[in-house]
């Protein structure tokens, strides 16, 4: 039987402006890794994988307003 894909949803913790993007669609994660640079009040937030993964879809662009539970991007945990 083959083992169903799971995915996980990397969403924004609070308000912020996205300063980088630094990872493509197709890419390995190693949980700990930065996946996307914010900025909120002056201050840099890195916004880590929490898991291993392949990055399935990225939602967000570098210049763009975030949201708290905005989605930014989603891994494949398969």
């Known amino acids: 039987m083959a083992r169903e894909q799971q995915t996980q949803i990397v969403a924004a913790e609070m308000v912020a402006n996205v300063l980088t993007v630094s990872v493509a669609p197709g890419d390995q994660v190693a949980a700990g890794d930065i ?13 880590l994988a929490e898991a291993p993964g392949t990055v399935l879809e990225i939602k967000v662009d570098p210049g763009d307003v975030v949201q708290e539970g905005d989605v930014l991007l989603t891994l494949s945990r398969s």
């Open 35 to 47: 996946v996307v640079l914010l900025e909120s009040m002056k201050m840099e937030i890195p916004v």
